[in-house]
């Protein structure tokens, strides 16, 4: 196992178009975290995962921005109908329940351009 | 008040120096802190973690914490060129709340 993969690792898009991102997580780890991070400010606490329940979301993420988890495995994040500001790193980390939980592993993040 | 603060910096320490990174946090429900390093242009990599009031040391880091003050830190000995990057504070808890970070650039 290699760590948190998200794929694209970069991303274009024109504003008004939907996106999906992908996180892959360590095989072990049940909890997964979606954080949006901008330049000069730490990540943004987007959403959790304990396995595929979804049990946490902040108030911050507007209904355009979705995310599942549908096998307790990979997650996707959607942005539907991007606007500028959605222009961010977008990261993916994965923690083990139990001891030392909420250690995170993050991947390399996805880098959103909205044009 | 955030929920997280730190002095974004930057912080500049000669090599060879003690790097002092401070953090205070507003939840007195949070129970377990963490600091992450950044480099520019990629991800957050977990480089201690401490959950009791006290110091605890790894290498030449040393996280202290007081938890009557609500209050974390960081401290660096030997600071090293490569250490430059930034240092975020992390509090658990499911709403996960990290500070905006402190960079630090360590002179050669």
């Keep these: ?115 | 008040q955030k929920e997280v603060e730190q002095n974004s910096g930057p912080l500049s320490v000669p090599e060879g120096a003690i790097a002092s990174l401070n953090c205070t946090y507003s939840d007195r429900g949070s129970q377990s802190f963490f600091w992450y390093r950044q480099y520019s242009g990629k991800s957050p990599e977990l480089i201690m973690s401490i959950y009791s009031n006290g110091d605890k040391e790894d290498g030449r880091f040393t996280a202290q914490l007081n938890k009557a003050s609500q209050y974390v830190s960081l401290l660096i000995r030997d600071s090293q060129p490569s250490d430059s990057a930034t240092y975020l504070c992390h509090t658990g808890g499911f709403k996960t709340i990290f500070g905006a970070g402190t960079r630090l650039f360590v002179k050669a």
């Design chain 1, 1 to 115: 196992d290699t760590g948190v993969s998200q794929n694209p690792r970069h991303k274009i898009t024109k504003r008004g178009q939907n996106v999906t991102f992908r996180c892959d997580p360590i095989s072990e780890h049940n909890r997964l975290y979606w954080y949006r991070q901008t330049l000069g400010q730490g990540p943004e606490f987007l959403t959790y995962f304990q396995n595929e329940a979804q049990l946490e979301k902040s108030r911050l993420l507007s209904d355009r921005f979705s995310a599942e988890r549908p096998k307790g495995s990979f997650s996707t994040l959607e942005i539907q109908r991007t606007e500028q500001g959605d222009s961010a790193m977008y990261l993916c980390a994965s923690s083990q329940q139990g001891v030392g939980t909420q250690k995170l592993f993050f991947g390399s993040g996805t880098q959103l351009s909205v044009l």
